[in-house]
């Protein structure tokens, strides 16, 4: 049935006029609903709060039936995830470490990645809301790479913790020539840029470095507690030393493309740390 409240001619003020396929009736707001009495017509009036009600319980079953049944060619149970979900950011993260580890982050067009990943711009678009997005991911993903790195040699029970240390400058040292020292660290990278990027992005470079400082001060500090390093030194001082001074050699070594600068600072180091 279908109802459509209008005015009709001739009717009583504030009464509405309900056409159905058979009959018409007149509705004032301020009628009763009663059966009509003998002698009169059919065409009584009827309370407009019936009326609304009976809309509400059409519209409450159609709705219903609407959602109750089936899609048609729909499979029942999870949604299909968007093709290559996460392989797709997986590669657009890998590729993006390795241009903005070289390049740095201005100077990289989010194109550039996208041809290189091998990604369509709809899936870049699916995943990160924009370039900026997409740095602050890299950056913690980096944060992330870079920590556990540190954790690996920081925990290895078969060398003290000053080789513990030495080992990862080492390997530092390697990944860095096996790329032709034409990449850097990304923080440090980024750290040169701050001027040109997202404001947001400083407080997530400074909380990597600041990661990267306390775990290498537990080290440092179970290396005084085993006399490698003398007691006047203050471990959360010389881990901080530490990474000032790594970042800057390692920027040293990318601009000369040589490991020069690294060993240098490393020596300078442990020679302010003996005993």
């Given at each position: 049935?279908?109802?459509?409240?209008?005015?009709?001619?001739?009717?009583?003020p504030g009464a509405v006029r309900l056409n159905t396929p058979s009959q018409s009736h007149f509705l004032r707001p301020d009628a009763r609903a009663s059966p009509p009495k003998p002698g009169e017509s059919s065409n009584s009036a009827i309370p407009v709060r019936q009326i609304l009600h009976?809309?509400?319980?059409?519209?409450?079953?159609?709705?219903?039936?609407?959602?109750?049944?089936?899609?048609?060619?729909?499979?029942?149970?999870?949604?299909?995830?968007?093709?290559?979900?996460?392989?797709?950011?997986?590669?657009?993260?890998?590729?993006?470490?390795?241009?903005?580890?070289?390049?740095?982050?201005?100077?990289?067009?989010?194109?550039?990645?996208?041809?290189?990943?091998?990604?369509?711009?709809?899936?870049?678009?699916?995943?990160?809301?924009?370039?900026?997005?997409?740095?602050?991911?890299?950056?913690?993903?980096?944060?992330?790479?870079?920590?556990?790195?540190?954790?690996?040699?920081?925990?290895?029970?078969?060398?003290?913790?000053?080789?513990?240390?030495?080992?990862?400058?080492?390997?530092?040292?390697?990944?860095?020539?096996?790329?032709?020292?034409?990449?850097?660290?990304?923080?440090?990278?980024?750290?040169?840029?701050?001027?040109?990027?997202p404001p947001g992005f400083r407080s997530l470079l400074s909380s990597a470095l600041s990661d990267w400082q306390h775990l290498t001060e537990a080290c440092l500090l179970e290396a005084?507690?085993?006399?490698?390093?003398?007691?006047?030194?203050?471990?959360?001082?010389?881990?901080?030393?530490?990474?000032?001074?790594?970042?800057?050699?390692?920027?040293?070594?990318?601009?000369?493309?040589?490991?020069?600068?690294?060993?240098?600072?490393?020596?300078?180091?442990?020679?302010?740390?003996?005993?």
């Amino acid at each position: 049935m279908f109802l459509k409240p209008r005015m009709g001619s001739g009717s009583l003020p504030g009464a509405v006029r309900l056409n159905t396929p058979s009959q018409s009736h007149f509705l004032r707001p301020d009628a009763r609903a009663s059966p009509p009495k003998p002698g009169e017509s059919s065409n009584s009036a009827i309370p407009v709060r019936q009326i609304l009600h009976l809309i509400d319980h059409l519209v409450y079953k159609q709705k219903m039936s609407s959602t109750d049944a089936p899609t048609p060619g729909r499979r029942r149970g999870r949604p299909r995830k968007p093709p290559g979900d996460q392989t797709a950011r997986q590669e657009l993260i890998r590729t993006g470490l390795e241009y903005l580890t070289e390049r740095g982050y201005c100077a990289v067009a989010v194109d550039e990645i996208l041809r290189a990943a091998g990604v369509p711009k709809g899936s870049f678009y699916y995943h990160f809301d924009s370039k900026e997005d997409f740095g602050g991911a890299l950056i913690g993903a980096y944060n992330e790479f870079f920590s556990s790195k540190l954790r690996t040699w920081f925990q290895r029970a078969d060398l003290s913790p000053l080789d513990r240390l030495r080992g990862f400058i080492s390997d530092a040292e390697k990944g860095m020539e096996k790329h032709a020292f034409r990449r850097g660290c990304l923080v440090g990278n980024l750290g040169q840029e701050m001027a040109a990027l997202p404001p947001g992005f400083r407080s997530l470079l400074s909380s990597a470095l600041s990661d990267w400082q306390h775990l290498t001060e537990a080290c440092l500090l179970e290396a005084q507690n085993q006399g490698e390093i003398g007691k006047h030194h203050k471990p959360d001082a010389l881990a901080a030393f530490f990474w000032i001074g790594w970042e800057g050699a390692v920027l040293r070594a990318k601009l000369e493309q040589s490991p020069d600068p690294l060993r240098q600072f490393a020596a300078g180091f442990f020679a302010l740390t003996s005993n």
